[in-house]
């Protein structure tokens, strides 16, 4: 009752209904209709992947691998933990869920929901730290 109160309270001062135009516009941006055209999931995940595989971007996520391989800054005081890496794996496909979510919004808007991949690299990247701890522990046990 009182979400009809709230609605009828909106359609008299603004003249619209708000409530009806915001759940049309989260149905047209979660849908798959791009300019008449069907978009894909794997369609979207390209795009924002292709807006951030430029030269500077593959430099920095490089450097940052390279210098984890290495083991510059490494520490592996309480060794590998399962639980932790699997939360860098969940950590790193939320932005793929936010895509497959939001497919015509993330495919329009590429320029800027590009910028969730970065949460991908740095979960992907922890989880490699992680990793090279079990690595680590079992090279030390032999």
């Known amino acids: 009752m009182k979400g009809t109160e709230n609605e009828a309270r909106l359609l008299l001062l603004t003249g619209e209904n708000l409530f ?8 047209i941006r979660s849908g798959s209709n791009v300019s008449g055209k069907t978009i894909g999931y794997w369609d979207v995940v390209y795009k924002n992947i292709m807006v ?3 030269y500077p971007y593959v430099l920095v996520v490089l ?9 510059c800054g490494t520490k592996c005081t309480s060794g590998f933990s399962k639980e932790v ?11 793929f869920g936010w895509y497959m979510f939001s497919v015509n919004h993330s495919y329009i808007h590429s320029f ?14 922890c989880a490699w730290s992680e990793m090279k701890c079990l690595i680590k522990a079992r090279i030390k046990t032999v």
């Open 20 to 27: 009806a135009d915001a759940v049309h516009s989260v149905m």
């Open 112 to 125: 800027m929901t590009y910028k969730s991949l970065s949460i991908t690299v740095f979960a992907l990247l």
């Open 63 to 71: 450097a940052a691998a390279v210098i984890i391989f290495f083991g």
């Open 85 to 95: 890496f699997l939360t860098y794996l969940y950590i790193a496909a939320l932005p």
């Open 52 to 54: 951030i595989a430029k």
